[in-house]
């Protein structure tokens, strides 16, 4: 069989079709690799959590922590969790510090209290990018308990009940993580059910 060649026209044009096929596809792979990205990190607070941005911007987009967003301005540690990290933060919901005795956060708020509203918060904050799969293998191989050091100075206990990781504070209170893993690009964020308090 002879191969009759194609007119110049249809050659060119031929050309083009398969550039702009090509151009769809590629498209077509970017796209699918955003939407797998934009996968990896659950909604809070009603938003996206971007795992580009830091910890503090993610933070004051979320409708669920509009308080502990305040509260780390009002405590002099927004620079600290945006800085390079890495971090791991368990992040309070307004919920939580909404069920603190009567007129706490308040007091908490006040210029004057800075350094105690500070010590509560870095009672949240560990140095370290630990996902929720490390601290459960932590928890397992410490028989069920295992100690977090906060740069805060303080110590929870972690442990794991159905799947799920609670924290119990120096004072006996215990903390849920209600949304895990939430990667930020300096660190990770559990979303919590209680505000984590020291002793004294």
């Known amino acids: ?119 509560i918060l870095t009672c949240h904050v560990v140095a370290a990018d630990a996902m929720s799969s490390t601290i459960a293998r932590m928890i397992e191989g410490d028989g069920g308990a295992h100690d977090v050091k906060t740069i805060g100075g303080c110590i929870l206990k972690a442990k794991a009940d159905g799947g799920k990781i609670g924290l119990t504070d120096e004072t006996g209170g215990t903390a849920w993580v209600t949304i895990a893993d939430v990667k930020q690009s300096n660190g990770v964020i559990h979303v919590i059910n209680k505000v984590l308090l020291p002793k004294g």
Do not use: C
């Open 1 to 119: 069989m002879i191969a009759v060649p194609w007119p110049s026209r249809n050659r060119k044009e031929q050309k083009m079709l398969t550039s702009a096929i090509r151009s769809l596809f590629a498209a077509s792979i970017l796209a699918a690799g955003a939407a797998v990205a934009y996968a990896e990190n659950p909604m809070v607070g009603g938003a996206p959590m971007l795992a580009e941005k830091n910890i503090v911007e993610n933070a004051a987009n979320s409708k669920d922590h509009t308080t502990l967003v305040a509260a780390v301005k009002a405590a002099g540690l927004v620079e600290t969790l945006q800085s390079k990290g890495p971090f791991t933060v368990f992040a309070p919901t307004d919920d939580a510090f909404g069920a603190l005795p009567a007129g706490t956060l308040d007091m908490l708020l006040k210029p004057e209290n800075k350094d105690k509203l500070a010590k």
